[in-house]
């Protein structure tokens, strides 16, 4: 099975997105550059839905494509998937989606999408996996993203660090509770107005060790 990673960009407070889901800066970053992540007319990641393409630097598109190529699979939560209209069938990396969520797919909401409405973080992951392969399974930091890594089931952390400070709003780690030691960053790399992180998270046995 491919890795695990959850990702997101993020303030350097912690935050995702301000109290009522605006991004604000923290994407500027992914439209200030001049050279393309994804062929053109790919939609861009974020919460606008304009549909404009991805203009990074050179030194984080050496990093992001390579990354975005891998994802054979996303899972997300259904918060998300209804703010962003599961990016309207078409996810910005990977072939298939998997939303957690109590409720089903919405009726006639692009059937030929490869998205699939599990209500388990578990069934989640698994299914991800399935549909991934051996390429990476990308799942959205949050809430459910907490969950999934408190659930043992995270591989990697990988934050875009913006150098913007929200105060309050949806924290990349969600409500998590409790303590997990993450390993020293293999990823440390420095764009322009965003710095790419990447952590291995530490076995449970190794981080209660650890810990005492």
Do not use: C, R
């Given at each position: 099975?491919?890795?695990?990673?959850?990702?997101?960009?993020?303030?350097?407070?912690?935050?995702?997105?301000?109290?009522?889901?605006?991004?604000?800066?923290?994407?500027?970053?992914?439209?200030?550059?001049?050279?393309?992540?994804?062929?053109?007319?790919?939609?861009?990641?974020?919460?606008?839905?304009?549909?404009?393409?991805?203009?990074v630097s050179r030194t984080s598109a050496d990093y992001v494509r390579p990354m975005w190529e891998s994802i054979g699979a996303t899972v997300m939560g259904r918060h998300l998937f209804d703010l962003v209209n599961g990016w309207d069938g078409q996810p910005p990396a990977g072939d298939h989606v998997v939303v957690v969520s109590h409720r089903p797919k919405p009726e006639g909401w692009h059937p030929e999408a490869s998205y699939h409405f599990v209500d388990d973080v578990t069934a989640a992951i698994t299914t991800a996996q399935q549909l991934a392969g051996d390429r990476t399974v990308s799942v959205n930091a949050g809430d459910v993203g907490s969950q999934?890594?408190?659930?043992?089931?995270?591989?990697?952390?990988?934050?875009?660090?913006?150098?913007?400070?929200?105060?309050?709003g949806k924290r990349y780690f969600g409500g998590m509770d409790g303590q997990l030691l993450l390993e020293d960053p293999h990823v440390v790399i420095q764009g322009d107005r965003v710095l790419h992180l990447r952590f291995k998270v530490r076995p449970p046995a190794a981080s209660d060790a650890s810990a005492r």
């Open positions: 099975m491919g890795t695990v990673i959850m990702h997101n960009v993020v303030s350097v407070d912690g935050f995702i997105a301000d109290d009522n889901d605006d991004v604000g800066p923290l994407h500027d970053w992914y439209f200030s550059g001049d050279t393309p992540i994804v062929e053109t007319g790919a939609q861009e990641y974020d919460h606008s839905g304009t549909g404009a393409g991805f203009k999934i890594l408190a659930a043992g089931l995270v591989d990697e952390v990988a934050m875009d660090v913006v150098p913007v400070v929200f105060g309050s």
